[in-house]
T-cell receptor, first 111, second 112 residues
Framework: NAGVTQTPKFRILKIGQSMTLQCTQD?????MYWYRQDPGMGLKLIYY???????DKGEVPNGYNVSRSTTEDFPLRLELAAPSQTSVYFC??????????FGNGTRLTVT | KNEVEQSPQNLTAQEGEFITINCSYS?????LHWLQQHPGGGIVSLFM???GKKKHGRLIATINIQEKHSSLHITASHPRDSAVYIC??????????????FGKGTLLTVNP
């Protein structure tokens, strides 16, 4: 099993550009999550999904969108990138109320 | 919202020392996660526990639900244990993974 796979690992965006962070898992987990980690801060939940076709906002959803058309994939879309979105993004998955499995992260810089 | 306090923020130890990292939270919960973030950035789940104690190799996690406190212990520490350790209780007593509150982490450095 590959676990949770995130792409790309690094990306530099100009202000106003858009991009999609890809996340896929091969463990058949219903729950998937997107987090951002800013320097010196705890992980913050952006969006989560409890199953295909179901998504909901987390603590910091503004400026992001998600979709969950399949159990495996949970892409995160950034529209009109802003410097405040410079961060490290982590995707994770889990069965219900079980330990999380994290991807390796995407380091995004918006300049 | 669950307020999470980890202590210490930074910890430097000599190889072989016994390590304790503490986590206090403000809202009663049913379970809590401990995570390890490697120097390269990857995050691994170490424990999810709802009562008592769990052990995995040299790592031991304990939780006291009534006192709203959890500890992570590392016995016979080794330089490869150097990482950030993160405590994550859920927002409330519901215990849902999708409502976790993450501590800022404890940076552990183990010197040979």
């Amino acid at each position: 099993n590959a676990g949770v796979t995130q792409t790309p690992k690094f990306r530099i965006l100009k202000i106003g550009q858009s991009m999609t962070l890809q996340c896929t898992q091969d463990m058949n987990h219903n729950y998937m999550y997107w987090y951002r980690q800013d320097p010196g801060m705890g992980l913050k939940l952006i969006y989560y999904s409890v199953g295909a076709g179901i998504t909901d906002k987390g603590e910091v959803p503004n400026g992001y969108n998600v979709s969950r058309s399949t159990t495996e994939d949970f892409p995160l879309r950034l529209e009109l990138a802003a410097p405040s979105q410079t961060s490290v993004y982590f995707c994770a998955s889990s069965p219900y109320n079980s330990p999380l499995h994290f991807g390796n992260g995407t380091r995004l810089t918006v300049t | 919202k669950n307020e999470v306090e980890q202590s210490p923020q930074n910890l430097t130890a000599q190889e072989g020392e016994f390590i304790t990292i503490n986590c206090s939270y403000s809202v009663g919960i049913s379970a809590l996660h401990w995570l390890q973030q490697h120097p390269g950035g990857g995050i691994v789940s170490l424990f999810m526990l709802s009562s008592g104690k769990k052990k995995h190799g040299r790592l031991i996690a304990t939780i006291n639900i009534q006192e709203k406190h959890s500890s992570l212990h590392i016995t016979a520490s080794h330089p490869r244990d150097s990482a950030v350790y993160i405590c994550a209780p859920p927002e409330g007593s519901g215990g849902s993974n999708y409502k976790l509150t993450f501590g800022k982490g404890t940076l552990l450095t183990v010197n040979p």
